[in-house]
């Protein structure tokens, strides 16, 4: 498993862009208004070839606020669970005495803290670094989380740091899969009817799940680790202690899995937070499946399923590789046909292509249809060859990345799925220049 870093400090200081030029985009919202960003905020970063999730947390600050208590709680939690911590104060302000508030709750948490001091985007500042020795975690690293200076100074640093990538306890002819979703969609419900015994607590009250729990178990001569996972709350909710550490366990739970049963409540219908759990599948690369849960509790005629199915596609385009299940857990029904679905998802997860036949596909894709000009430059493709698994990743060589327009990647990876059976899984193509 990955290693955690967290990254905390008091309010308005930069942590927010600083986390998206880690993972390089605009996943955390960046206000000048102090308290913008509320609860902890996850992405997967990665530096020098080792990933990392990488944890968001809202400004800690001495005086009463609205959300402060609760902000003041999340970077805790955050805290308690991260293998290094990223501590940012600013330049141009000195050491605050919310500053010194934060640094108070990282001395007692027995974890490697490296100091940021941000918004160092002018030399004038480079001597006041000085002062930021007096926080007591060593020698400060100056950033611009706005311009990038430091920050792969402050990375190196990070990586240096990290624990070794965990070891698996598990054999690799073992499938693991978890099952994620928002609360109450019936996770736990699927998990006693995958494993054939009431292993979780099932409940009616939502959140009743706070950790993940794994169960070996065999069918039809195949080995199967089922996590379940707490369900993941909209941001904004999840502030109660009971239940503080579900959202940062289910996506540990995602990383140590090979397949990612996606649940929908089909009594609710699909709403929006629905897509941000999800997102969570696409962004730390595993195979997925669509569950529909509670099928036998609607209204249906012959068109509902095929409206439904229209509905998911839609809103989950980045999820168009996952097949879809219409189950109903509690009853039992059809909860059958996703076993052939979890096992091909892992199967094609895992799967290798030789670099003879993915170049026949490359040849034919370009020359059935050529690239158009962009950049005001024609791509001219070399070769490809698949350089990884878990999920499929491949790298195409060009004559220059820029003049290969978005769409038409996507047209590659589409005659790529064309000719070979990539379903249920991701897949990742990168474009190198060749030299």
Same mark, same amino acid.
Not at 77 to 90: K, L, R, Y
């Given at each position: ?196 015994? *009431? ?100 209204? *249906? ?72 000009? &962009? ?29 290969? &327009? ?30």
């Amino acid at each position: 498993m990955a290693g955690k870093v967290a990254i905390v400090g008091r309010a308005n200081v930069g942590k927010s862009t600083l986390f998206n030029r880690i993972v390089g985009s605009r996943i955390s919202i960046t206000d000048d208004q102090p308290g913008v960003t509320r609860d902890r905020i996850y992405a997967k970063g990665t530096w020098l070839g080792k990933d990392f999730s990488l944890i968001d947390t809202g400004g800690i600050e001495i005086k009463d606020a609205p959300f402060l208590v609760e902000i003041r709680e999340q970077a805790q939690i955050a805290i308690d669970e991260a293998d290094v911590i990223i501590f940012v104060t600013d330049c141009r302000n000195g050491i605050t005495d919310d500053d010194q508030a934060v640094a108070k709750m990282l001395y007692k948490c027995d974890k490697p803290v490296i100091l940021a001091v941000n918004k160092v985007d002018d030399r004038k500042f480079i001597d006041i670094l000085y002062e930021f020795y007096a926080l007591g975690f060593g020698e400060p690293i100056g950033i611009s989380s706005v311009h990038g200076i430091g920050v792969g100074d402050l990375l190196d640093r990070v990586v240096s740091l990290l624990p070794e990538e965990g070891y698996d306890e598990y054999d690799e002819s073992i499938i693991k899969m978890c099952l994620i979703g928002c609360p109450n969609v019936g996770k736990s419900s699927l998990a006693n009817t995958l494993i054939g015994d *009431k292993r979780s607590i099932v409940s009616n009250v939502a959140g009743t799940t706070r950790d993940s729990i794994d169960t070996l178990f065999k069918r039809d001569n195949q080995e199967y680790v089922v996590i379940d996972t707490a369900g993941i709350r909209k941001r904004g909710k999840v502030y109660e202690n009971a239940e503080k550490y579900s959202v940062l366990r289910a996506v540990s739970a995602i990383e140590r899995s090979n397949v990612c049963l996606f649940l929908i409540d089909a009594e609710k219908g699909i709403i929006e937070q629905d897509k941000h759990v999800a997102s969570y599948i696409e962004e730390y690369g595993r195979a997925g499946i669509i569950v529909v849960n509670k099928w036998d509790a609607i209204e *249906k005629n012959e068109s509902t399923m095929n409206q439904w199915t229209k509905n998911i596609r839609e809103l989950f385009k980045f999820l168009d590789f996952a097949p879809i299940c219409f189950i109903s857990a509690k009853e039992n029904k059809r909860v059958h046909m996703l076993f052939p679905e979890i096992n091909r998802a892992a199967m094609n997860h895992k799967k290798r292509l030789t670099t003879s036949v993915l170049n026949d596909v490359l040849v034919d894709a370009v020359a059935m249809t050529p690239p158009p000009t &962009h950049n005001k430059g024609k791509a001219k493709f070399y070769y490809a060859t698949q350089i990884g698994i878990e999920p499929p990743t491949f790298v195409i060589f060009v004559n220059d990345p820029n003049y290969v &327009h978005f769409s038409y990647v996507r047209y590659l990876e589409n005659c790529i799925r064309d000719a070979f059976d990539f379903t249920g899984t991701p897949i990742k193509i990168y474009l190198r220049k060749r030299d």
